[in-house]
Every structure is written in structure tokens, then in C-alpha cells.
């Protein structure tokens, strides 16, 4: 994993499962998304996501985590970066790993898409991330 946006990935997932809040806000840009739900039916939820800002991400994301996993660790499979310059497409197979028996195989896959961007200072950054994947269209 020498690539650095695989790096940052990592270092997103590592943070979730720490709980670290400022960990986290270091993996995404000051105007991140993070589909939090699934599906947004009203206006007034599109606009506060359309506003959203990386701590609301970062508070999305974690809340998120204790609710629906949190006896359970977050990992990555196999993924697919595809780079257009300073943005990049990612596509990765999430598993969940029970805590109580961390080096159990994966109980539950999600395939995940997320898309970096190379920041001024070239560090990149997740400005969205869907971690319901390609799910995502199901509830459309």
C-alpha cells in the first residue's frame, strides 16, 4: 500500500475505529460530504448537506459508526484507484470484523466509493465519501 491516497484510506478507517475525531478531519478536505443516510427525502436535509462542513462530516461519520457498528471494526479489501490528475476515484470493498474476535473473517462486505483531491500543499484529501457505494442507487 505504497500508494498514498490507498495511505490516506487507511488512515480514514484506522481513525473510525479509534473514535478519533482529529484524525479523521485530517483525511478530509474543509468541504467534504459523507453520505450519511442512505436516502435524503426533504429539501431542508439536502441543504444542510449541501452546506455541510468537515466537522459535520467527521460528527456524520462517527455517529454513524457508534449506532450501526460498534462492536465491530472497519477494514478494507481489495480497492480501485483511477486518477485524473489531482482527483481520484476509489473504489473498496469495506468489511466489518467483530471487536470481540478481531482476527475472525469478515462478517459483512460493502463495496465503498469514495473520490480524493490533491490539496495546494499536495496532500490529499476525501472531499466525498459514500460508503454505502453503489447501495446507494436502492434506495433511489
Same mark, same amino acid.
Given at each position: 500500500m505504497n500508494n498514498p491516497i490507498s495511505n490516506v484510506l487507511q488512515?480514514?478507517? @484506522?481513525a473510525?475505529?479509534?473514535? @478519533?475525531?482529529?484524525?479523521?478531519?485530517? %483525511?478530509y478536505a474543509s468541504d467534504a460530504? &459523507?453520505?450519511?443516510?442512505?436516502?435524503?427525502?426533504?429539501?431542508?436535509n439536502q441543504a444542510a448537506e449541501e452546506n455541510a462542513t468537515q466537522r459535520d462530516c467527521v460528527d456524520a461519520?462517527?455517529?454513524?459508526?457508534?449506532?450501526?457498528?460498534p462492536d465491530h471494526f472497519v477494514t478494507t479489501g481489495d480497492?480501485?484507484?483511477?486518477?485524473?490528475? @489531482? &482527483?481520484a476515484?476509489?473504489?473498496?470493498?469495506?468489511y466489518l470484523v467483530p471487536k470481540a474476535t478481531p482476527n475472525?473473517?469478515? %462478517?459483512e462486505g460493502k463495496r465503498a466509493v469514495y473520490v480524493l483531491q490533491r490539496d495546494a500543499?499536495?496532500?490529499?484529501? %476525501? &472531499?466525498? @465519501?459514500?460508503?454505502?457505494g453503489t447501495d446507494l442507487l436502492d434506495f433511489a
Open positions: 488512515q480514514l478507517h @484506522d473510525v475505529n479509534r473514535g @478519533d475525531q482529529d484524525a479523521l478531519s485530517q %483525511c460530504t &459523507v453520505v450519511a443516510t442512505p436516502m435524503s427525502n426533504s429539501t431542508q461519520l462517527l455517529k454513524f459508526q457508534k449506532k450501526f457498528m480497492e480501485r484507484v483511477i486518477q485524473a490528475g @489531482d &482527483v476515484l476509489v473504489v473498496a470493498k469495506l475472525a473473517l469478515p %462478517c500543499s499536495g496532500e490529499w484529501r %476525501c &472531499v466525498i @465519501d459514500n460508503f454505502f
